[in-house]
């Protein structure tokens, strides 16, 4: 369902008339997919809002429930929806706990100050995440342990983490591999600063988007970004990597693409490097 192209709504039901109810959801979820993720999320969770506040409004004192229990009730039905529409399993935890977090904080006392600060460092680290669909997580130590390991030994190989977060791998790798020429392009200004300070001379950082990395300058590209980019990114390698060089994706599969190596980590989330020779 995930790679199918929606067609209209009345043309899915006109071919399995049975299934209308399943085929309307996958339809709707495939044109959802399309969109910024902010947008849907919009569309989900304001009309559940817009029902639970009219119920409670329709039975009057007698509802009584709190803010808590509101955004809790909210929560479990924006996950039921979200599994109703067959949408990637990731999304569900992000609408249950969305309100039932927003109400915490709210009812939490934070001096404004704090809050503010909290949201400058939230939007200059992961606001592009709305766009590009990529948030900031960080990969473990394993991952850069296994990442090491697993490059071939050539001295002078180029390598690039595209989208290199607070730097965490190419710290690791400048540690565990010197012989390593290592490059790191980043969005969020202030990941970039981040990484920048932190590597110093042992890494270039370029503050920029990924799309825009011109990939045959590199032996191994690194990229430990989400399921949205991976088709796209695949094309770019194919396009711009010399042939023999190496993708590597922490975690994230290439759609249709089965990768030549896969490396099990020993870690929290038991995630796994892929490894692409590029044909
Ligand atoms: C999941 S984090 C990985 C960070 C780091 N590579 C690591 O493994 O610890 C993905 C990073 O990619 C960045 N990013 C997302 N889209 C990007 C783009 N189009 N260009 C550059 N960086 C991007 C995000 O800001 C985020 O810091």
């Known amino acids: 369902m995930a790679n199918a192209e929606p067609r ?3 043309q899915v039901e006109a071919s399995h008339p049975a299934a209308s109810g399943m085929a309307r959801a996958a339809w709707l979820a495939g ?38 229990a ?6 479990l039905t924006a996950w039921a929806v979200t599994r109703g529409l067959g949408l990637p399993r990731w999304w569900q935890p992000i609408n249950l706990f969305f309100f039932p977090l927003l109400g915490l904080a709210l009812s939490s006392e934070i001096e404004p100050l704090w809050a503010m600060v909290a949201f400058i460092a939230l939007a200059l680290t992961s ?5 590009t669909r990529v948030p900031l997580f960080l990969s473990s130590r394993p991952a850069v342990a296994a990442l090491a390991r697993c ?3 050539r001295p002078g190989l180029r390598l690039i983490d595209l989208g290199c977060g607070l730097g965490g791998p190419l710290a ?3 540690r565990l591999r010197p012989d390593l020429v290592l490059h790191g392009v980043e969005a969020a200004p202030l990941n970039w600063l981040v990484s920048r300070l932190r590597l110093d001379r042992r890494a270039r950082i370029a503050l920029g988007s990924l799309w825009d990395q011109d990939l045959s300058r590199f032996d191994v590209v690194y990229a430990y970004l989400s399921p949205a980019p991976m088709a796209r990114l695949w094309d770019k390698a194919c396009r711009e990597m010399r042939p023999g ?7 994230f599969e290439v759609p249709g693409v089965a990768p030549d190596r896969v490396i099990a980590l020993d870690d929290l989330s038991r ?4 490894l692409w020779r590029i044909p």
Not at 39 to 63: D, E, M, R, Y
Not at 245 to 251: A, G, R, T
């Open 172 to 174: 690791g790798l400048a």
């Open 31 to 68: 044109n959802l997919r399309r969109l910024p993720p902010a947008i849907p999320a919009l569309g989900l969770h304001l009309p559940i809002w817009a029902f639970i506040l009219a119920v409670c409004h329709g039975v009057g004192s007698t509802c009584g429930l709190s803010l808590t």
């Open 8 to 10: 209209s709504a009345a």
């Open 271 to 274: 995630s796994r490097l892929l």
């Open 127 to 131: 606001l592009g995440s709305l766009r």
């Open 151 to 153: 490059i071939p030994e």
């Open 245 to 251: 060089s190496l993708l590597i994706s922490n975690s």
């Open 70 to 75: 509101l955004t809790w009730i909210e929560g």
